[in-house]
C-alpha cells in the first residue's frame, strides 16, 4: 500500500525541510517526489514528522514480573509515545543470560510487540562461555551489571570483568554503581532515620561518588582492551569527565543519559518521592544542567528512557523496601521537546539522540534516519496548549509526569511504514519486527 504524508516539517540529519513523504509497504519511498497510485494521505498541516525514537534501555518485565508490565502493554505505551523500536534488558525472571532465553523473548515478541525489538545477553559472574558463543544477530549487546543489580546480576569478580571486556566483540552496555558503597550508606541512613529514611537521601545513598568509581573502572577496562563501551544512563557531572566531545562515529567509548534524569532533579523527592525513586538516583540540580549541556556538545551520544515499570502497591512502601524504576516510554519524547519550548535544545539535536545515535552506535540496519529505501518508522508531533498524562498505557497505571502540561503531542506513529497510532488511539496490528545489525 502506498501512503503519502504531506505538508509536514521533516526533521532528520540535523536539518528541517518542509514537504512530504512517500511510503511504499514497510519503506519509504519518496522525499519530496512524485507520487501516483497513492492509496491514503494524511495532512500533517505543519506537524513535525521525525524518525521513530529507538530506546537502547527498557525493562518490559517479561517474563517473570508480568504483574509490573508486558511486552504487549508497555510496546503499546511506546508507540503511544513515538517510540518505534527498543532494546530490552536482561534482568527479568529466568535471566536472559544465554541464546536460549534470547531465542525465547524474541519469539515472545514475534506474537506481542507492537514496536521492533531487541535484546540485550546478561553477564554474570559465570557465564562467559554463553557470552562468546553467542550469535551476535540474536543480541543488540552484553548488558553488565557492574557493581550493582536489582536482578541477582551483579558482576562484581574482578578477573570476570576482565575476560568479559577482553573477549567479546559485541558492544558492552553497563550499569555503574559500586554495592559496597551503597550497603555501607544504607546502613548508616538506617542508623539515623530507621525506617523513616526520606526518598531525599536516596541522591546520598546512591551517591555521586558510587557511580564514579564504577564508571571509571568500566572506562579503564574499556581502553585497556579495546572494548565497544556504552556507559548507560549517567547521571553526574563528575562522571561527565570521563567522555569526550564529538561525533559518535569516532568513539569506542560512549555515555547515554534518560530521559528523567534531564528532567527531574532533587528538588523533586518533597512531592514525587518514591515515584522518582530509581537507580542511579536522581541528583543535584546542578547535575541535570551539567548533563543537559553535554547533550549539547555531544558528550552524551544518547538519550534513552530505562523504563522501568512497578506497581502503585510496589511504589507505596517505604524507602527501603519501595523498587526503583520509572514508566518512561508514554512521555519520553514530550518530556524532551519540554526542552525545546523552552529553548535549551534544538529539536534537531533531540532527533540525534533519539533516533540517530543509537541506530548508528548500535549499528541497526535501515533505521533511525529518514532515508530514501529505509524502514518507515516514524513519529508525527504536534505542538498544542496543554497534554496532561491521563489515559496510562503502562500496566503499572502510573507516571512520573503526572500533573505536568506537556507543549507537544505524539499525533501518529509508522512502525515499518504500518500506521499503528493514531490521534489518542492504538491499532494493536500489525505486530514489530526484530531489529538486524549490519556488523562487519
Same mark, same amino acid.
Given at each position: 500500500?502506498?501512503? %503519502? ?7 532528520? #540529519?540535523?536539518?528541517?525541510? #518542509? ?31 521525525? &524518525? ?71 553477564? =554474570? ?12 544477530? @540474536? ?66 545513598? +546512591? ?16 581502553? /585497556? ?36 534524569? @534531564? ?28 548533563? +543537559? ?23 507505596? +512502601? /517505604?524507602?527501603? =523496601?519501595?523498587?526503583?524504576? @520509572? &514508566?518512561?516510554?508514554?512521555?519520553? @519524547?514530550?518530556?524532551?521537546?519540554? %526542552? ?5 535544545? =534544538? ?15 548500535? *549499528? ?14 516514524? !513519529? ?28 507537544? *503531542? ?14 489518542? !488511539? ?15
Amino acid at each position: 500500500m502506498k501512503q %503519502q504524508i504531506v505538508n509536514a516539517k521533516i526533521v532528520n #540529519e540535523g536539518s528541517i525541510i #518542509e514537504g512530504d513523504l512517500l511510503l511504499d509497504g514497510e519503506r519509504i519511498v519518496g522525499i519530496n517526489a512524485p507520487s501516483k497510485n497513492v492509496t491514503k494521505t494524511i495532512d500533517a498541516d505543519g506537524a513535525y514528522l521525525i &524518525p521513530g525514537m529507538i530506546d537502547d534501555q527498557v525493562h518490559f518485565r517479561e517474563p517473570g514480573f508480568e504483574h509490573k508490565a508486558e511486552i504487549a502493554t508497555e510496546s503499546r505505551a511506546a508507540i503511544a509515545g513515538g517510540i518505534t523500536s527498543y532494546m530490552e534488558m536482561p534482568n527479568c525472571n529466568p535471566l536472559t543470560i544465554s541464546e536460549e532465553k534470547l531465542l525465547d523473548k524474541r519469539s515472545r515478541a514475534a506474537q506481542k510487540s507492537l514496536a521492533n525489538y531487541a535484546f540485550y545477553l546478561g553477564a =554474570t559472574n559465570d557465564n562467559l562461555e554463553n557470552i562468546k558463543t553467542v550469535n551476535p544477530g @540474536l543480541t543488540c549487546g552484553i548488558k553488565i551489571f557492574m557493581g550493582a543489580s536489582t536482578g541477582d546480576m551483579l558482576v562484581d569478580n574482578q578477573q570476570t570483568l576482565e575476560n568479559i571486556f577482553a573477549s567479546t566483540g559485541l558492544l558492552v552496555a553497563t550499569h555503574c554503581e559500586d554495592t559496597p558503597m551503597i550497603l555501607k550508606a544504607e546502613q548508616e541512613a538506617q542508623k539515623r532515620w530507621g525506617d523513616e529514611i526520606p526518598f531525599s537521601e536516596h541522591p546520598n545513598i +546512591r551517591s555521586e561518588e558510587a557511580c564514579f568509581k564504577s564508571s571509571s573502572l568500566a572506562v579503564s577496562l574499556a581502553k /585497556k582492551y579495546g572494548t565497544k563501551l556504552h556507559v548507560l544512563h549517567i547521571t553526574t557531572e563528575r562522571e561527565l569527565s570521563l567522555f569526550d566531545k564529538g561525533p559518535l562515529e569516532n568513539k569506542q567509548i560512549t555515555a547515554e543519559a534518560c530521559v528523567h534524569h @534531564l528532567f527531574f532533579s532533587e528538588e523533586d523527592y518533597e512531592s514525587k518521592g518514591a515515584l522518582i525513586k530509581c537507580n542511579p538516583a536522581i541528583k543535584k540540580l546542578s547535575d541535570r544542567d551539567s548533563l +543537559r549541556q553535554a547533550v549539547i556538545e555531544d558528550r552524551i551520544d544518547v538519550i534513552a528512557t530505562d523504563h522501568a515499570p512497578h506497581t502503585v502497591d510496589e511504589k507505596a +512502601r /517505604k524507602y527501603m =523496601t519501595a523498587p526503583a524504576g @520509572l &514508566p518512561l516510554v508514554q512521555h519520553a @519524547l514530550v518530556s524532551l521537546l519540554e %526542552q525545546y519550548k523552552a529553548g535549551l535544545m =534544538t529539536i534537531e539535536k533531540i532527533v540525534q539522540k533519539t533516533s540517530h545515535a543509537p541506530a548508528t552506535l548500535y *549499528q541497526v540496519a535501515e533505521r533511525g534516519f529518514i532515508r530514501e529505501g529505509y524502514f518507515a518508522d516514524l !513519529t508525527m508531533i504536534k505542538p498544542t496548549q496543554s497534554s496532561t498524562p491521563e489515559k496510562i498505557l503502562s500496566k503499572c497505571g502510573w507516571s512520573p509526569f503526572a500533573g505536568h502540561d506537556f507543549s507537544h *503531542q505524539i499525533t501518529h506513529t509508522w512502525v515499518n511504514g504500518n500506521l499503528v497510532y493514531e490521534n489518542n !488511539t492504538v491499532l494493536d496490528s500489525p505486530k514489530g519486527k526484530a531489529l538486524s545489525f549490519s556488523r562487519d
